[in-house]
């Protein structure tokens, strides 16, 4: 581990001395259980550190996210972006089965939520995603039983990680100063297509995944792909996959879905074939994601619904976004 480049680069990077003191505590331990088999930090096989994170679930180490967000920077700092897929991987979504227990608590009695919740914990953040689907079928069972579909879609509607605000505070100048739905999402998706032409050349990544031509095209040929087509008051958006490389690259449709799913606590089912064990009410949770930036955009309660997903067996994941009434007749 080149040390002191990597202190030189979080401190560039504004992380406080005692947060750069802990990354390195952790790499180095990280490093020492590497060290089992003459593996470097630096070159760290597929698998690896997933291998690792488990290891520190079993012995109920409380520092996994600090050692994810050290690996993230690391990774950075090194230019090993294989490095960070697996993370994300990993980290995608962590907290929502805590955030859905509080939400519940918030707006039904302390009873029904212990109710919903019984002899059932809450997988931790560190073991491996595809873990965690037989959670998410209990749960999305014993909620909808309880409090009923329509409640359950409610309190997962909101999405139960979020999303960051301030990148969405550009595109709202950008609707206001185009004064058009169709040129704002004419412009968001060529800004989409040119972002991923630039991660095809310089091999960097668009979330969690590299980019090639076959991608790039891939975009250019559906127009739905995020942010979306207008087709009269609705917006039609369809997700880029996952892993849009994979999913391009096999015939397997469950691996197409698998591929095509952001959610770390459904995926796994996809790949297993059992996807239709779990309540496609979840996907709202997904909805929920694009809610949050449409309502941001037009400065008002949006309503999106799920059309058809991974999760409801379809290969890609499509959503509508009713268009409030007083921007439906903005046009070309």
Not at 65 to 76: D, G, H, M, T
Not at 161 to 171: A, L, Q, T
Not at 246 to 268: A, F, I, N
């Amino acid at each position: 581990m080149n040390e002191e480049g990597f202190r030189d680069y979080l401190l560039e990077n504004k992380i406080d001395e005692k947060e750069v003191q802990e990354y390195f505590v952790l790499l180095k331990e990280f490093q020492e259980f590497l060290n089992k088999e003459s593996i470097s930090i630096d070159s760290i096989p597929e698998g690896k550190i997933i291998e690792y994170t488990e290891y520190l679930v079993g012995k109920e180490n409380k520092k996994i996210l600090e050692l994810l967000r050290a690996l993230i920077s690391y990774s950075n700092f090194i230019e090993n972006y294989d490095h960070i897929i697996e993370i994300i991987d990993i980290a995608e979504a962590y907290n929502a089965m805590d955030n859905l227990y509080l939400r519940i608590g918030d707006e039904f009695r302390e009873e029904i939520r212990e109710e919903i919740f019984s002899n059932l914990d809450i997988p931790p953040l560190g073991i491996h995603p595809d873990k965690k689907p037989a959670f998410t079928e209990e749960i999305m069972k014993r909620m909808e039983a309880k409090i009923g579909e329509e409640k359950a879609i409610k309190l997962l509607a909101p999405c139960l990680h979020g999303r960051p605000i301030e990148p969405i505070k550009k595109d709202r100048e950008d609707f206001y100063r185009l004064n058009g739905i169709d040129k704002f999402l004419s412009l968001k998706r060529t800004e989409l297509i040119e972002r991923l032409e630039k991660h095809q050349k310089e091999g960097t990544l668009e979330y969690a995944q590299y980019i090639d031509k076959n991608v790039v095209e891939f975009v250019k040929n559906n127009p739905t792909i995020s942010p979306g087509k207008r087709e009269g008051n609705k917006i039609i958006t369809t997700k880029i996959p996952y892993q849009v490389k994979r999913h391009l690259s096999t015939d397997d449709e469950k691996m197409k879905r698998y591929y095509s799913c952001y959610c770390s606590w459904v995926r796994g089912a996809m790949k297993k074939g059992e996807e239709k064990e779990i309540s496609s009410n979840f996907c709202h949770c997904s909805a929920g994601f694009i809610m949050q930036y449409w309502e941001i955009i037009f400065d008002q309660p949006v309503k999106v619904e799920p059309v058809e997903t991974a999760l409801s067996g379809a290969l890609l994941c499509t959503f509508e976004i009713d268009i409030p009434e007083e921007f439906q007749k903005q046009q070309e």
